[in-house]
């Protein structure tokens, strides 16, 4: 999803892991990132059908995450980087990037400038 230089990019973070939400959150935000942070397929729903387009989606692998038929329409039409685990056996749905546990927040937040910035470009 593109968006204007004069507009702020809105990443959707969906995980149940409070931390994980919470840490990318903050470092988006602070980089000038509107950064929503969801913990139930619905609450992305609820964005979109409110008008917040996401440029990016940052998901964790879980069940109830990314077996969510809506989750995954999403991910099948925006940029996403999937968290998963290494020792968890989830299906992972097509996504642009798999990053596996343990992860720093910056390996995240980078890579979602990397692909923000790609939009751009296209």
């Keep these: 999803m593109l968006h ?3 507009e702020m ?3 959707f973070i969906i995980a149940r892991d409070w931390n994980l939400r919470a840490g990318v959150r903050a470092e988006l935000r602070e980089r000038g990132i509107e950064a929503l942070g969801m913990d139930a397929p619905g ?4 964005a979109i059908a409110g008008g917040q387009l996401p440029a990016v ?3 964790e692998a879980v069940p109830e995450l990314t077996d969510d038929p809506g989750v995954q329409k999403l991910v099948k039409s925006v940029p996403t980087i ?3 685990s ?4 989830v299906p992972l749905p097509p996504v642009d990037t798999v990053i596996y546990r343990p992860v720093r927040v910056g390996e995240i937040v ?3 400038h990397e692909l ?3 939009g751009h470009a296209a």
């Design 4 to 6: 204007s230089k004069d």
């Design 110 to 112: 980078g890579r979602v």
């Design 9 to 11: 990019p809105v990443v």
């Design 57 to 59: 989606v940052v998901l």
């Design 43 to 46: 609450d992305a729903g609820r």
């Design 82 to 84: 999937v968290i998963a």
């Design 86 to 89: 290494r020792t968890e056996t």
């Design 116 to 118: 923000i910035a790609r």
